[in-house]
Every structure is written in C-alpha cells, then in structure tokens.
C-alpha cells in the first residue's frame, strides 16, 4: 500500500474517458479509496470489529462501503440485486474472523474498480435516465445512483477515519 499522501483525487485533473459530469463522482470514489489505504495502513486485524462506545467497527463500514457501491452500480444498470448480493447485505457488520483489513481493501477496490469502467461505458443521455432501488422501488436516475455511491462512500469513510482513531489512540483498546 502506498502510504504517501498525495494531492487529493480532484486536484489531480479528470479521469480519462469518463464524462465530465460524473467526474466528481469518480473523484470522490477514488479518494474514498486513497483515504482507506493510508488510514488503515498501519491498523491491526484485532481492532477490526471493536466498537468503541457502541458505534459500527471498522469493519461494518469497510463492508458497507463496498456493498453500497456493488448495489448502487446494480441498480444504475437496471438490473435486480441477486442472492449474493443479498447475502452480503445480510452480513455486513456481523463479525468473521476470516475476513482481514487486507482483504476487505481489496473487496473495496476490486468494486472501485469495475465502477470506474463502468463509469467509462456511460453516455450523457444514460444519466438522466430514470431507475428504481430496492423492492419498493423508489425512483432514482442513473446519475441519482452513482452520485449517491459516491457521497455515501466518503460518509462512511468519515465515520470509519474517527472509529479507526479512537481505537489507535486508546491504549484501552
């Protein structure tokens, strides 16, 4: 992991082929990604499912973040969650000890990663396009949904960077 931090995402000028209206989008998903690798570079597996003061652990926010974005490109494709999906659903923040920070980063930017190439496939005209979410199916549009990848992302990050500092900082943990 590189942890050397560097000019943030947006500064760094656009992400070939991707539109320029879903440029901070792709921006935000990125950073998100950045932000993960040098928050988390020198944090311990055994603090991985600690909630100090009862808030979500570091886990559940990893997970999250990859499964927001998994759904969110799902649903920007209009296409239906599937039972994988739904599982993952099921198990975000339920404790397993298989899983490790190494590979729940790499969850992440395996998903990082087909979203941006997704993000290269999509004209203008797709954007405004109407599409549901959930079993309710509530309307977004394309740009709805990939917008809310991103903003929901750098939410949980926020809320994961404070859990990860209280746990490194409180010999307690």
Known sequence: MDNQKKEEVWLRGPIDNISPYLQPAAHALRQTGEDLNYWLSDFTDNQLWLKPAGRASVAFHLQHI???????????????????????????????????????????????????NY????????????????????????????????EHSQRHLGQLLVTCSILKNNSAY
Do not use: C, W
Request: aromatic share 8%; proline share 1%; hydrophobic share 40%.
């Open 119 to 150: 993000f290269k496939t999509l004209d203008d005209k797709i954007l405004i396009e109407e599409r549901f979410v959930g079993r309710k199916k509530l309307p977004s549009t394309v740009i709805g949904l990939l917008f809310h990848a991103a």
């Open 66 to 116: 990859t499964g927001v974005l998994d759904r969110m490109m799902t649903y920007a494709k209009d296409l239906k969650l599937n039972d994988t999906q739904f599982e993952y659903l099921k198990n975000e923040g339920v404790e397993n000890s298989s899983l490790s920070i190494t590979i729940l980063l790499d969850q992440y930017h395996v998903k990082l990663n087909e979203a941006l």
